[in-house]
């Protein structure tokens, strides 16, 4: 196996920042109590950095926040999705039997949340290189469950006219999940069975 040297010219990444991120994350920022989106929320949130570390502008859509947020703080756009279950054999049960103690009742599956969406919204682009801060409730991160956020590239619209024969649009999300949260936030979370 050949070593390379680290001065050889063209060994960066022209389309990441940071070679060693991908080139959209999230960066946990931290816990605590804040504003509810709605009624149904519980006061206590995770604060994320949602981070371009690419050469072309992120956009994501985005919603008003409530008063009283945190400075720089925007709604992001996002999707609660449910993890899809494991593989399993047919006939072949891995997991142990529930433990039924005399008088207790089995638990409770937690209720999934639904995320952020609205018929009204706008969009926040961000920089190369640059982050948005913002924030869900502890309830959007589960075991059982994760968030999606889509995002598109903020690349400059054409000059000519729509073709008819040609249409769609790249989706892409940004999938995190409560086991991408450091360990003990990780053990904050509300259980979800």
Known sequence: MESSDESDIGT??????????????????????GVRFSDDEPLKRVWFRFVNN???GIVLRTISVPEGTLKDEIGVIHDVVKDPQPFR??????????VNIQGSEPPQEAKMPTGYDSE?????????????LFSVPVTHLSKLWHLEIPYAFDVP??????QPIIGGEPRMVLIYSAWDLPEDIQRQLPKSR
């Open 12 to 33: 960066a990444d022209p389309f990441r920042q940071d070679e060693n991120r991908p080139y959209v994350h999230l960066r946990f920022d931290h816990t605590g109590t």
């Open 54 to 56: 690419c050469n072309v």
């Open 89 to 98: 054999i047919r006939g072949v049960n891995t997991d142990p039997p529930p």
């Open 120 to 132: 009204f919204s706008s969009t926040e682009s961000i920089p190369p290189g640059k982050s948005a």
């Open 157 to 162: 619209t054409g000059k000519g006219p729509r």
